[in-house]
């Protein structure tokens, strides 16, 4: 088995590049998302307890839940680190490159290589559906319609929520610009399953992808993202998103230079795991969540 | 007493292998034994998560003007969540204790009933057993939602109907 839920809640960072990005959106949903890191922090956060017999009977049954293959789980956690391409060796290099107080990005550049705006649309739907699949696995088909089941999709919170919010801002505005949602459209629409198939993040993830062939993963795909296209519109406008906006904020942390927002979006996609950092933290509060409901 | 020379470079090397080791190898936590768990988690005999969902007040949470979303169903296991003006407040939650034995052994100290089932109040959440099979659970996610909200929630689910699972 891969690594114990419990070393891995553990093992989550306090503070490295991915969690300062993650912070500089905070403006978006300000005290939306707390960096609960630690299984047993989780634990006592959840559950609002401070009882350690109960904490040690609570952390015994997750960890049995997720123990057991079949309950979902590991497939959840394998998607979510699955769908990062993070390259730890530049992030490793970025932060040891600290200029002042900001990382310094642009010594970086001859380093990056920028996606091209079709593979970056592939990738951003990609992340959404492990999204839906993830959700399933940890979730199961929540209530008895498909009402029920958008409705509980819907509800999304804290960890959840500010990972849709980087993938709006980091994976979207930052790379393809604020009409992105259009512009991820109309590429899936002329896709084709040869074309998808040389997809890397694709091939890592295909096995999980609903559908019996590529072409039935590509509908899906294009199904995923027009379902969810106004959500995505309706977060955009209700914040009032822009490059702008992003590129402010991480100017605290980062050292950028505003023509290079392509870059940006390279360095970020190659040096943070936002996908696995807060895809850990959903699955260990819902796995707490079920834990203390049936000890 | 005095060491030679050769009990010396033993007991450097001793040191060293043991920072190397402490080093390598992660520390010991209070989940080591749990983790050594592996088998099935839940039981076979254990009903479909989805035949829980028709037990829960979700009519009775709407009518009051919660905001009532099911969030998980599991083997044995479904949970609801209740909101109050975008705020979730409270978890309500069935579970099959047939997936988990231990849980029922509880209620043989429960000095209270609610709905004429056996309770328990722990932190923030109370329980009952229901046909000495299947607990229903409310917690309080924010204060604002009382221990007093607890029964009450309990009681408006279809505790009866649950039971009649049993048979």
């Known amino acids: 088995m891969a690594k114990p839920i419990s070393e891995l809640v553990d093992e ?43 904490i ?8 049995h839940l997720y123990n057991d293959s079949s309950q979902g789980y590991q497939r959840a956690m394998w998607l979510y680190q699955t769908v990062d391409s993070t390259d730890k060796a530049l992030a490793t290099a970025a932060l040891a490159n600290k200029v002042g107080h900001s990382i310094g990005f642009l010594s970086f550049l001859s380093k990056i290589t920028p996606k091209a705006d079709r593979a970056q649309a592939i990738d951003l739907s990609l992340k959404l ?22 409705k509980s999709l819907g509800k999304y919170s804290k960890e959840s929520l500010m990972r849709m919010n980087a993938l709006i801002c980091f994976d979207g505005i930052l790379p393809l610009g604020p009409d992105f949602v259009r512009m991820v459209i109309e590429i899936l629409e002329g896709l084709t399953p040869d074309e998808l198939e040389k997809n890397e993040t694709y091939d890592r993830i295909k096995e999980s992808v609903p559908g019996g062939n590529t072409q039935e993963q590509l509908n899906f795909i294009q199904q995923s993202f027009s379902s969810v296209s106004d959500w995505i519109n309706g977060f955009v406008k209700e914040h009032d998103l822009s490059a702008d906006k992003i590129v402010g904020s991480l100017k605290n942390f980062i050292e950028i230079s505003d023509d290079k927002l392509d870059y940006l979006a390279a360095f970020i996609d190659m040096t943070t795991n936002y996908y696995e950092h807060t895809g850990t933290q959903t699955l260990a509060h819902r796995l707490v969540r079920r834990a203390m409901s049936e000890i | 007493m005095s060491f030679s020379g050769s009990q010396r470079l033993f007991g450097a090397l001793l040191l060293v292998l043991l920072l190397f080791v402490s080093a390598c190898g992660s520390q010991p936590t209070r989940w080591d ?41 599991k083997d044995g296991f479904a949970e609801a969540s209740l909101e109050q003006d975008g705020t979730e407040v409270a978890l309500l939650s069935i579970s099959d204790t047939t997936n988990n034995p231990e849980a029922a052994e509880k209620f043989a100290e429960s000095t209270r009933e609610i709905g004429g089932y056996p309770a328990i109040d722990v932190d923030f959440e109370t329980a009952v057993l229901v046909g000495d099979r299947f607990q229903v659970k409310a917690f309080s996610v924010e204060d604002s939602f009382t221990e007093a909200d607890r029964d009450t929630w309990i009681e408006k689910f279809d505790l009866a109907g649950l039971e009649g699972l049993t048979e």
């Open chain 2, 33 to 73: 034994e749990a983790e050594k768990t592996q088998g099935p988690a839940t039981s076979a005999e254990s009903v479909e998560g989805g035949s829980l969902n028709t037990f829960f007040p979700k009519d009775a949470a709407e009518s009051e003007g919660f905001d009532f979303t099911f969030t998980q169903e």
């Open chain 1, 129 to 150: 559906v492990v999204e839906v699949v993830a959700f399933c696995s940890i979730n199961g088909l929540p209530g008895d319609s498909i009402g029920d089941f958008v």
């Open chain 1, 12 to 54: 989550l960072p306090a503070d490295n590049i991915t969690v300062k990005a993650l912070h500089a959106l905070d403006f978006v949903m300000p005290g939306e998302w707390e960096n609960l890191v630690g299984f047993e922090a989780t634990i006592k956060k959840v559950a609002r307890t401070s009882d350690q017999e109960r």
């Open chain 1, 56 to 63: 040690q009977k609570i952390g015994e049954r997750a960890i």
